[in-house]
């Protein structure tokens, strides 16, 4: 194999872009965005750094959605699914990838938006694909969809970093036959610690909280109450994570203080999200409120830097209980086509009742 630095380079087509309107994401309300847009008959493009609907692609395989399919179907394209059921990961994602065909929507993956800077008539954005080239592209108007999700939480203690760590379930059959700690007490612990126990694994959940957090999906919550009464699964309530080892983790109680080991070959965390909000500071956007949120006007979606729209749950920074998601995110992509062609707001949407109270 000829080593790297020999290695050959061709012209970049896709250097030095001129496009009216720069999307930073394609998730679904990225792409709804461009869908919306082109309806207006306005030209844009979609970066990602990840593939198309990147943070789905992360679900665990076969997880099914919360909503319904109506509720995350996005530009008026009917989710279909064989079963009746909620779509599943795998659903959504063959979804995504029709619905951007059918529009023939201009979407570039695994290239990452480094730097958006306002220049005389528009702004300059730089990008790098994952294979290392440094790409220019000129716009008029740039929308930051960029979710809440980019980085996951850390416990900040020694041992994190070993192999053994994980923040993403992925395949669970990794696990079989193995003693997994799953760190958390939320929707993702409660279905990861299910599935893995599934799959053979030996599992034990360490969570701050005294008891299953009670929104956990409801038909999760039940079942993983009777997993661990029945001692299928084991559960440390009311413990914190002090040091993970190359077999044991250390658990402190959090009612008296007691520390014990608890034997362990692989660690799960499923404690939440972090929002990346650095290219918005980096713009000078205004951050407000504890999640840092996106100060924007919210019939065009506009931030406090004109030219610069936020859409989807980006807006809502790192959001402990989430209060943005797609169900009412669909919205914001008509907002901003709306305001970028001078036609009035569309009214606000009156979302419908979730069945399960
Ligand atoms: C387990 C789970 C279950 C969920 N279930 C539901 C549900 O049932 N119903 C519901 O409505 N919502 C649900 N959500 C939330 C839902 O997934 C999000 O609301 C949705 O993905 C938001 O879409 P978005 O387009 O705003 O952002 P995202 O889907 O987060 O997309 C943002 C994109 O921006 C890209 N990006 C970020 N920074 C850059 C950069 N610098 N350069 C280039 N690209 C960048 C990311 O790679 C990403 O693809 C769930 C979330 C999780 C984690």
Redesign the pocket.
């Known amino acids: 194999m000829a080593p790297e630095n020999n290695a050959p380079t061709l012209p970049d087509p896709k250097s030095d872009t001129t496009v009216p309107v720069v999307i930073?994401?394609?998730?679904?309300?990225?792409?709804e965005t461009a869908i919306e847009l082109q309806r207006r008959g306005v030209d844009s493009i979609n970066?990602?750094?990840?593939p198309l609907?990147?943070?789905?692609f992360?679900?665990p395989p076969q997880?099914r959605?919360?909503?319904g399919p109506e509720?995350?179907s996005i530009g008026g394209v009917p989710l279909e699914t064989v079963s009746q059921e909620k779509a599943t990961r795998e659903d959504y994602l063959a979804y995504l990838r029709s619905v951007v065909r059918q529009f023939d929507l201009a979407v570039r993956t695994f290239?990452?938006?480094?730097q958006v800077t306002p220049v005389k008539d528009g702004f300059e954005v730089r990008?790098s694909t994952a294979g290392g080239l440094s790409r220019l592209i000129r716009t008029k108007r740039v929308v930051l969809?960029?979710?809440?999700?980019?980085k996951t939480r850390r416990l900040d203690v020694p041992g994190e970093d070993r192999s053994i760590v994980a923040d993403v379930l992925g395949e669970p059959h990794r696990y079989f036959g193995r003693r997994v700690l799953v760190v958390g007490g939320k929707?993702?612990a409660a279905e990861s610690a299910i599935r893995l126990w599934r799959a053979g694994a030996e599992v034990t959940i360490s969570y701050r909280g005294d008891e299953l957090h009670p929104r956990i999906k409801y038909w999760i919550r039940p079942e993983l109450a009777s997993c661990i009464r029945s001692g299928l699964i084991s559960a440390r309530f009311g413990t914190r994570v002090l040091a993970i080892g190359p077999n044991a983790v250390t658990l402190e109680r959090l009612t008296d203080g007691v520390r014990f080991e608890e034997p362990i070959d692989d660690v799960l965390l499923q404690i939440g999200?972090e929002a990346?909000g650095s290219?918005f500071e980096a713009l000078g956007c205004e951050l407000v409120g504890p999640n840092q949120a996106v100060l924007h006007d919210s019939s065009t979606m506009e931030t406090s830097i004109p030219g610069i729209y936020v859409?989807?749950?980006?807006v809502n920074g790192t959001q402990g209980r989430?209060e943005?998601?797609?169900?009412n995110?669909h919205v914001h992509a008509v907002r901003i086509a709306a305001a970028m062609v001078g036609d009035p707001p569309p009214p606000d949407p009156v979302l419908p009742e979730l069945p399960e109270a």
Do not use: C, H, K, L
């Open positions: 930073v994401g394609a998730g679904p309300i990225g792409i970066i990602d750094r990840g609907g990147a943070q789905i992360d679900f997880s959605w919360f909503s509720r995350i290239e990452s938006v480094e990008t969809a960029v979710g809440g999700t980019a929707n993702s999200f990346d290219m859409a989807g749950t980006a989430y943005v998601y797609i169900e995110s």
